[in-house]
């Protein structure tokens, strides 16, 4: 009888132990990983990328890629700014400034269909030289310099004082978000 006992009572503990077992492994890989805060990530570090700014053609209605080096952020929106900063930088190379001296950014963000918002100061307007080819220049070299430079941009909204306007100089329509021209790059 005694063996008995102790047979029952080894099975009872051996239950018992493999019970609790179980019991830690689903907690330890079901329910304590769920419950653990996320890992933070650190924002990606700016790194130095080769972009391609276009400015106006010396001689001809055509822009031309000037190659640069900037140290970008990996958030659209803050990479677009930067590199809009480059461009109203002027040309180091060949290329000559199609944006009108005094103009400024107000803002530049990228929203999560791909359209780049970029807000001008009044300048952009009222310094114009106008004509339709000066202003088609205008208009594709930020629209060609962004959507071309940032994957994430896929047309360009031109905005005045934040306001969506009808045109920049009196000739192209920009009441709508611009794709970019390929035909005007030499």
């Given at each position: ?7 029952t ?20 890989f079901v ?47 803050a ?25 400024r ?25 106008g004509?339709s ?54």
């Amino acid at each position: 009888m005694e063996k008995a006992g102790q047979k029952t009572v080894s099975g009872i503990v051996l239950a018992l132990v493999l019970l609790l077992a179980g019991a830690m492994a689903l907690y330890f890989f079901v329910v304590a990983p769920s419950v653990q805060p996320p890992l933070k990530t650190e924002p990606a570090a700016p790194e130095m990328t080769l972009v391609r700014l276009y400015f106006g053609h010396p001689s001809d209605a055509f822009l031309v890629a000037e190659p640069r080096a900037l140290l970008l952020p990996a958030d659209p929106s803050a990479k677009a700014l930067k590199i809009m900063e480059a461009l109203l930088e002027g040309p180091r190379q060949e290329g000559i400034s199609v944006i009108p001296n005094g103009a400024r950014l107000n803002s530049v963000f990228v929203d999560d269909k791909g359209i780049c918002h970029v807000d001008f100061s009044r300048e952009i307007r009222q310094n114009h030289p106008g004509g339709s080819a000066g202003e088609a220049m205008t208009i594709w070299s930020v629209v060609d310099t962004l959507v071309l430079n940032v994957d994430e941009i896929r047309s360009v909204n031109l905005l005045i004082e934040g306001q969506q306007e009808e045109t920049l100089a009196g000739h192209l329509d920009i009441r709508r978000p611009l794709g970019p021209d390929l035909r005007l790059i030499k």
